[in-house]
């Protein structure tokens, strides 16, 4: 009986242990495809664990009793998950960028958050890739604390953003733009938005002096730090892209019809004490479209432009390797087609539309020639070609009420014919005609980027060191190609009454042959050449690290002399148990834009942090900290961008046109003088002082990073103008002037988990402000006219303070003491009109009345937020964009009447029936009355703006491992979207509110994007 017992007890103990070891097997992935190399630990057996292989797999016997795996790789939020019931495992892992071992790229090296001193921003390539636009920067925005950027335009090839780092510093509005570094290599504004996102491996901006001096004479704006993909050891992985979406308008402008418009102008007219031009005949014959030659009733918007445009993105890449090398290939192909209407004949074969084509190639090859001598080749090209109408800019041209109005002419006239707009001064064939036949103009570009490098290391002299030496190369080619006809169109104005048809004023009775023109528009050569010595190691508590870089650029544009650039950067770091942490960064360079005695400069930093978080008095409180890190930065930066001539100490002398001289009216040349040269100049300069905080809690769940930053831009190159223009010559840029920018930003990070559903969010934020210090201006007549003191780009102009009223004219017309103050002008001044404040009260509105009105046309403020969730292999990401503090108006064709066409905002004009409740002016026919933007800025034309934008989304479904082919390791289906939906403060304009101020706000309408895509991964 007890051997029985004995048995059925060894029995049920071996049945428990087997229960407790079972297996678990499965693949670990991210939204791109298997991640090989995670780690795969059994909750509470730390000692048991496994780590993917080349196809992300895993299996694991489980020892313990939690039933739970913990999933970690460096780069990704680490998952905890729950494996009862289970037996395989899919697992996607999330990017995050807050560990406190997260790898942090920096100038020529890379750190850890935990010991890094600096202020640095990153973000992997992952998390943008699936972003529907075809620059880099336009992902950025809301996502990065310290970036702020405005999209000008929405035109196919012409998209990509403006940005700044932490704002603008500079009276140079070309000395705003940061540095970019492309894999240590600098790059221009047109290369970054040509780089495919496919190709990113992770993005990181450098904002204060200690991660900038590095760059010396050219790191003052911030950094932008870009390292592309790199190949892994291991089998070979094929991933393939394919996404293909649709563009539609932010914002579709609203024009009235004829009639409604026909009323308003009759109105102006009268207001002008003009003849109506519309009978009330005319008005009923477009309100009811009866007569659609005769009354034509035409919205040229809707008539020219599509509602919807394409747009397809398709990648190819390919990584891989042994230890002896790894590869990463890529190829891509992007297409965007435009919003125009396709009005050609069938036969011409000539595309007048819009569009943009990209083509990518990328292959990095990095090779061990020996144990200790690594290589590298990285090798790029790029091709592109942005199509657009010949001479014309369809946008302005609809918006344009001088050109087109909506009852001017058909689209086509009973037969057939082009029609022309006869009712205006150009008497110009109507925009479908010419879009026609206009023709267009090609740009055809090729970037190609080479670098060679390598590493020697030199641990047989001490070990930590090595040497690496690189030279980079890059070409850009860039050529216009012009099919146009020299002349118009014949076009017809057809007369219902009598049915007959009167040629164009310009007498084309025939169509033009096409005509062919070529041009170089950008042909230039960079060279850049690097040698640096690094020392990195770690001798017990203590840890060093080094390096010393020579650095020379040659830069030549057609056949200019090149530009040439050189000098030494340092770094020196160490740090105690990654408790104490200092840093020393420097560089002594210049560029040859000044003169010999004055080329270099030596740009140092400094950066100290204390990590409170490993102090053995801090460990023993038991708090929630993993990470509490404070930190400082102070140094000297430089900027060589100013406005010109290339080399300011020279004096300068042109050609001019010729004078006539004898009896035979021979004309000769001559020679004038430029700006007087400027011995003394020098480069801008910016102290920069940065306070900062890391933290991280809750086992890295929740982390936090706020900076404060101070600069103070000085010695900057403007021109002076206490110097009166009687001299009668102009003066090279002077170093005199001085501005302050400050403010602070960071970001906050939430990961978690509800059961199975991982989600994540995100809070950037940042705000700044600037301040002119010292401008050299000329002693302005009273003081709100000194630029000195307000923001950088502080717009000027009057303040509004309502309409003058009938009872305001009685005073005028009476001459009376307490008479409101007129503009001295030679119309007359009626109710309905815009009323100005008399800053200095001399009775008159005039160029001193002028004052600060509003802000600068960009963003003081910026948040974004992000919001991401996965369960299984669905997940969702929305960001949430918001930019503040910011002002813009619209002039001319954007808003004026009579100049513009009319919109719902002039239905809300000034009228003595409505005068409490106007949103416009009287109506006139003159364009230069108090009434114009574009004469009399005032903040009536400011919006104090403000915006919210959907800005990203991303949903997609990753299909289990288990439903793939043998041959697919990953498979994903997403949809994203990009500027889904808009919020602003505005409606008096029907511009984007990122539109340029003071602008015609006719530029191509910024879009939005819904995306449909797959993903598939090969081994």
């Known amino acids: 009986m007890m051997k029985h017992i004995l048995l059925l007890l060894l029995l049920a103990i071996s049945l428990s242990s087997m229960a407790q070891q079972k297996s678990i097997s499965g693949t670990v992935k991210d939204l791109n495809g298997v991640l090989p190399g995670a780690a795969v630990v059994e909750k509470g057996v730390p000692t048991n664990g496994a780590i993917t292989d080349a196809d992300g797999r895993f299996k694991l016997t489980l020892k313990g009793k939690s039933n739970t795996v913990i999933i970690k790789l460096i780069g990704f939020t680490t998952q905890e998950i729950s494996v009862t019931g289970l037996v395989t495992l899919d697992v996607i892992l999330q990017p995050a960028t807050q560990g406190i071992d997260e790898v942090v790229v920096v100038g020529f090296t890379q750190t850890r958050r935990i010991t890094n001193t600096g202020a640095v921003s990153g973000i992997t390539g992952a998390e943008i890739r699936n972003v529907p636009t075809a620059n880099v920067q336009n992902t950025l925005m809301g996502k990065l604390p310290g970036f702020v950027s405005q999209q000008r335009s929405g035109q196919p090839g012409r998209d990509a953003s403006d940005f700044f780092i932490r704002g603008v510093s500079s009276l140079n509005s070309e000395g705003n733009k940061p540095l970019i570094i492309v894999d240590d290599i600098e790059y221009s504004y047109d290369q970054l938005q040509q780089i495919n996102v496919n190709e990113i491996e992770s993005i990181s901006i450098l904002k204060d002096a200690s991660t900038t001096a590095i760059y010396g004479i050219k790191g003052a704006n911030g950094v932008l730090v870009v390292t592309t993909r790199r190949g892994k050891s291991g089998r070979p992985q094929v991933n393939v892209r394919a996404e293909s979406g649709l563009q539609a308008p932010v914002k579709t402008p609203r024009l009235l019809d004829a009639y409604n418009t026909g009323l308003l102008v009759n109105e102006a007219y009268k207001n002008d004490g003009l003849t109506p031009l519309f009978t009330d005949a005319d008005l009923e014959l477009f309100r009811n479209g009866k007569d659609p030659y005769g009354h034509p009733n035409i919205n040229w918007y809707e008539t020219v432009f599509k509602k919807f445009a394409q747009q397809a993105n398709t990648n190819v890449d390919i990584s891989g390797g042994t230890e002896a090398v790894k590869y990463f290939i890529s190829g891509g192909f992007l297409t965007q087609n435009g919003l125009v209407k396709d009005f050609s004949d069938p036969r011409n074969e000539v595309n007048t539309n819009y569009f943009f084509r990209r083509y990518n190639f990328r292959s990095n090859l990095d090779m061990r020639a020996n144990k200790t001598l690594t290589l590298r080749l990285d090798l790029t090209a790029r091709f592109g070609d942005i199509n657009e109408p010949h001479a014309a800019n369809v ?30 001064k150009d008497k110009l064939p109507t925009i479908n005609a010419r879009l026609a036949n206009g023709g267009y103009t090609r740009s055809k570009r090729t970037d190609f980027n080479a670098l060679f490098g390598a590493t020697q290391q030199l641990d047989f002299m001490t070990k930590g060191l090595s040497l690496t030496a690189r030279v980079a190369y890059a070409g850009v080619e860039q050529y216009s190609r012009n099919l146009f006809r020299s002349a118009d169109p014949p076009s017809y104005h057809y007369n219902p009454v009598d049915g007959s048809y009167t040629l164009d004023p310009r007498g084309n009775y025939r169509l033009q042959a096409y005509r062919v023109t070529g041009n170089t528009d950008l042909y230039s050569r960079n060279v850049n050449t690097q040698a640096f010595l690094s020392y990195d190691r770690t001798f017990g ?167 404060y930053f101070h600069d103070i831009r000085y010695d900057q190159l403007v021109r002076k103008g206490s110097i009166p223009g009687i001299i009668g010559i102009g003066f090279s840029p002077t170093n005199v002037a001085r501005t302050s920018n400050k403010g602070f930003d960071g970001q906050i990070n939430y990961r978690g988990n509800i059961h199975r559903v991982n989600f994540t969010t995100s809070l950037v934020f940042q705000h700044f402000k600037n301040k002119v210090l010292f401008k050299d201006e000329a002693q302005p007549a009273f003081p709100w006219l000194r630029e000195t003191g307000r923001p950088i780009d502080q717009p000027f102009g009057y303040t509004f303070i309502g309409y003058y009223t009938p009872e305001d004219i009685q005073k005028i017309q009476a001459n009376t003491h307490d008479k409101p103050a007129t503009p001295l002008s030679e119309y007359p001044i009626q109710a309905g009109d815009l009323k100005y404040k008399d800053l200095n009260n001399d009775g008159i509105i005039d160029n001193n009345d002028r004052g600060p009105i509003g802000r600068p046309n960009l963003a003081n403020t910026v948040l974004g937020m992000t919001l991401a969730a996965n369960y299984k292999g669905f997940s969702v990401s929305v960001l949430f964009q918001g930019s503040f503090g910011y002002s813009f108006s619209v002039v001319g064709t954007g808003i004026e009447t009579f100049q513009s066409q009319f919109q719902p905002i002039h239905q809300e004009r000034w009228t003595p029936d409505n005068a409490d409740n106007a949103q416009f002016p009287r109506l006139t026919s003159n364009p230069t009355t108090v009434n114009s933007a574009h004469t009399y800025m005032s903040d009536f034309w400011l919006i104090d703006a403000r915006y919210v934008r959907l800005k990203t989304v991303d949903l997609g479904y990753q299909l289990p491992s288990r439903w793939l082919p043998q041959r697919l390791n990953n498979a994903r289906l997403y949809l994203s979207a990009y500027n889904l939906l808009t919020w602003t403060n505005y409606d008096k304009y029907q511009q984007d509110p990122e539109v340029s101020s003071n602008s015609a706000g006719d530029a191509y309408i910024n879009q939005r994007v819904v995306n449909l895509g797959v993903q598939i991964g090969f081994k």
């Open 395 to 424: 946008v302005s041209e609809v918006y344009n009420f001088e050109k087109i109005h909506p009852y001017s002419a058909p689209i086509m006239n009973p037969d057939g014919s082009y029609a022309f707009a006869a009712d205006t």
């Open 541 to 707: 508590a203590h840890t060093f690290n080094s390096l010393i870089l020579y650095n020379k650029q040659s830069y030549a544009f057609k056949s200019d002399v090149p530009a040439n650039f050189r000098g030494l950067s340092f770094k020196a770091g160490y740090n105690y148990q990654q408790k104490y942490l200092i840093d020393f960064n420097g560089a002594y360079n210049g560029s040859d834009r000044f003169q010999a005695k004055k080329r270099n400069g030596f740009f140092p930093a400094v950066g100290v942090g204390w990590n409170i978080s490993q102090e053995s008095f801090f460990k023993e409180r038991n708090l929630p900290f993993s990470l509490l890190k404070l930190r400082g930065s102070y140094g000297v930066v430089g900027s060589d961008v100013t406005s010109g001539n290339r080399y300011l100490y020279r004096q300068e002398y042109y050609y001019s046109g010729g004078y006539s001289f004898g009896e035979n009216d021979s004309q000769q040349g001559s020679i004038y003088e430029g700006e007087l040269g400027n011995m003394d100049v020098s480069w801008e300069k910016a102290r920069k002082a940065d306070v900062g905080i890391d933290m991280n809690l809750f086992k890295d769940k929740l982390s936090v990073t706020v900076d």
